[in-house]
C-alpha cells in the first residue's frame, strides 16, 4: 500500500471548505472509494502526488493531456504569454488564429464561438440549435454526458452515472420534458421518438463514439442513421466531440467516421489542459448567434489569450506531426493485446472496447454497448481493480463509467508495466 497521509489531511481539509472536498465530482473516488489522491505535479506520463508516489497517467486530465503532462511548447507559450496580461475582455488576433487553425482541421465547420467548459459548449450549441429550427426538444442517449447544463442532466453520464443519480434535484419538469432520451445504438427508438414528435425536435446531440460510461462504440450505422433521420425531420445533428475533437484525428469522429455533424462541440484538448471549449458548424446555422444574430452567448474568459495561446500551440502540433495519431493507436492497441492476454489467462468474463487512444475494461460477459449493459457489468469488481492498480502506481479514471484516456508519452515500458501489474492484481479481485 502507498503512503497517502497527506493527500488524506488534504482530504479532511478540503472538505472543511469545498462541497465533497473537490471541485469536480468525478474526482471525489466515490464509485471506487479510498481517499482522492492529490497531485502535485505531473510530466510527461507520469503524476507525482503530494506523498511522493509516482503514478503512470491514463486520465490525462479526462483527455486534454494528449501529448503528456507539461508539455513543453505549451508551458513555454504560456509563460510567454501571461507576462502581456492574463485576460483583456477584448478581441485578440489569436483568437482569430484559434478559430481558423480549427477549421483547417475539422470538416463543417464555418463559424466556431469559443467558451471556457465542454458544458458550455454544449449547452450553447443545443440553444444555437433550438434558435435556429425554432423548435423546443432534444434528443440525448441515456450514460452520454454533455456537461452539466439543465437540459442534459436526465439519464447523464460520467458523474451523474457513478452517482447514479436517477433525477437531479433543482433540474425542473419543465426543462427535463424538453429532453428524450433513448438508449445509445438503439436506432429504432430514434426513429420512434423523431415519429411521436414530429416537427418538435431541434437536435440530436450524441457523443459519436462514448466516453462517459466506459468508451462504447457506435454501432454500424448507427450514426449513419441518425444522419439520415435529421435529414428526413428536419433535426439538428449535433457531434459532442468534447472526449473525440482532436483526439480520435485531426478532425476528429466526424473524420474518422465519415459522418458530418451539423454542429460540433469541443473542449479537453482544444485547451491542452486550460479551460477552454467551443461549438461551431456551417456558417447558415451559426449566423443565428449574437451579435450576427439574436441566439444569445457570451463569456468573459471566451477566448482568453492564454488559453488560445496554450491550444493553439498543442493543435499546430498535432497537425503538424499526424504521425501523432498512429503513434496513439498502435500504443492502445498493444496495451489492448496485452491486457487481453492476461485477462483471458485469468478465466473470468471481461469485456475491452477501444477506438484510437479511448480504452476501457468492464468485468461483464456480454458486450458493453448501451449503459444498461455499462450498468450490468461487475463494477465493484472493477472498484476492486481500480486500487489495485493504484497500489502498483497505476492511475486509472475512478469509475467504471469513463474511458481512460491514453497520451503520447507513455512508452513501451509503461504499457507493459500496466499489463503486469494487471496481471499481478487479478488474483485480488
Ligand atoms: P466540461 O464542462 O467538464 O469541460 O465538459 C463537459 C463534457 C461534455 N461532453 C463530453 C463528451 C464530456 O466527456 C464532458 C466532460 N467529461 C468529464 C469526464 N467524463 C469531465 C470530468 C469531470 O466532470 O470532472
Redesign the pocket.
Known sequence: MNNISVSKALFSRAQESIPGGVN????AFKSVGGTPIFMQKAKGAYLYDVDGNQYIDYIAS??PMILGHAYEPVVKAIQEYAAYSTSYGAPTELEIKMAELIKSMVPNVDLIRMVS??????MSAIRVARGYTSRNKIIKFEG?????ADSFLVKA???VATFNIQSVPGVTAGVSADTLTCAYNDLEAVHQLAASHKGEIAAIIV?PV???MGCILPAPGFLEGLRAICDQEGILLIF?????GFRLAPGGAQELLKVDADLV?Y??VIGAGM?V?AFGGKKEIMQVVAPLGSVYQAGTLSGNPIAMIAGYTLLSELKSNPGIYKELEEKTLYLKKGLDEVLAAWGQPYVINQLGSMISIHFSEHAITDFASAGAANNARFAKYFHAMLNRGIYL?PSA???WFLNNALSKEDLDKTIRATGECLAEL
Open positions: 469536480s465530482p468525478v474526482r479526462w483527455g467548459s465542454g458544458t458550455e459548449a454544449c452520454c454526458y454533455h456537461g452539466h453520464g460520467s458523474g457523443e462514448a466516453g462517459n459532442d466531440e468534447v472526449m473525440t462541440t473542449g479537453k479551460p471549449g479514471p463509467y469513463e474511458s
